[in-house]
């Protein structure tokens, strides 16, 4: 369903305190993704059909785009969270290419930071336009595991890991600044943390109990001990885990790692 459009940037507050606004090219997200604490927000709660069927594409109105984004310019240098409640690169960005053109308008006068969050390797269609943000630009790609019987377990209708892990790759290799997001990091093999440090030169660690804005609160009425209980894990799912996991990564030289909040922000 196409819907008009007033408003794109909304200011940024709670978890991505230190960004100056958000910006969702869709509403919705046909990924779906078991913890996704979208689906206890107000947009996820007032629709009949579940979270993770249903996708409205916004009009995108260009000189009204332009108008709203050099007026928020104005007021001072932009930082903004790209995919904060939805997948900028979700299966609708084939068509609708709202994502690409948002990006190409920016550039007309382009921000201070721009987080793009994406578990989609369909980015890497976009790596010349990336590049052309310079330094101004990070590139988030969600890597919760290197399992991939746990990402169907949690997310069936995500894109698979391999495809993530290329996506890195190419976008490193194009210069583009590239980070991997282990966020919510779930269970893994032991070969994960090692696997990282090898092959992305940035790496963010969060988890259910720091990172879903409500201090687990979330998380816990999305049934997320229950899943790992289904699956013998209940006692991985404690803060202590990805202490541990973010500890093992520093333990790896040269490796850039950060936990939590403070991994995405400018
Ligand atoms: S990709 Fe992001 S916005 Fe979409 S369902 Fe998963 S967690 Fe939610």
New binding site residues.
């Given amino acids: 369903m196409k819907r008009k459009t007033t408003r794109w940037l909304n200011p940024a507050g709670g978890y991505l305190e230190g960004f100056t606004h958000t910006l969702n090219p869709y509403t919705g997200?046909?990924?779906?993704?078991s913890?996704?604490?979208?689906?206890r927000m107000p947009v996820g709660m007032f629709r009949a059909e579940p979270?993770?069927s249903w996708v409205d594409v916004k009009r995108l109105d260009e000189r009204a785009f332009r108008r709203e984004w050099a007026r928020e310019s104005d007021k001072g240098p932009l930082s903004l969270f790209f995919?904060s409640?939805?997948?900028p690169y979700?299966p609708s960005e084939v068509e609708h290419s709202t994502t690409r053109r948002l990006m190409e308008l920016m550039l007309e006068r382009p921000p201070a930071f721009l987080l793009l969050?994406?578990?989609s390797a369909l980015i890497v269609r976009d790596k010349e336009l990336l590049k052309a943000f310079g330094d101004a630009i990070r590139a988030s790609i969600?890597l919760e595991t290197d399992d991939e019987a746990v990402r169907r377990h949690f997310?069936p209708a995500?894109p698979p890991l391999a495809a993530r892990w290329r996506a890195l790759r190419e976008l490193q290799e194009a210069g583009v600044p590239v980070q991997a997001a282990v966020s919510p990091l779930l269970p893994h093999t032991p070969d994960f943390a090692a696997r990282l440090a090898r092959e992305a030169s940035r790496v963010v660690v969060d988890d259910f109990h720091r990172g879903d804005g409500s201090g687990g609160r979330r998380s816990a009425q999305l049934g997320m001990r229950e899943q790992y209980r289904s699956l013998g894990l209940e006692a991985d799912y404690a803060p202590a885990a990805a202490d541990r996991f973010y500890e093992t990564l520093q333990s790896f030289p040269g490796v850039n790692v950060h936990f939590s909040r403070g991994g995405f922000l400018p």
Avoid: I, L
């Avoid at 997200?29 to 993704?33: A, I, K, L, M, P």
């Avoid at 913890?35 to 689906?39: D, G, I, W």
């Fill in positions: 997200c046909s990924f779906g993704c913890y996704c604490y979208v689906r979270w993770g995919g409640a939805t997948d979700q969050q994406t578990r969600t997310t995500a």
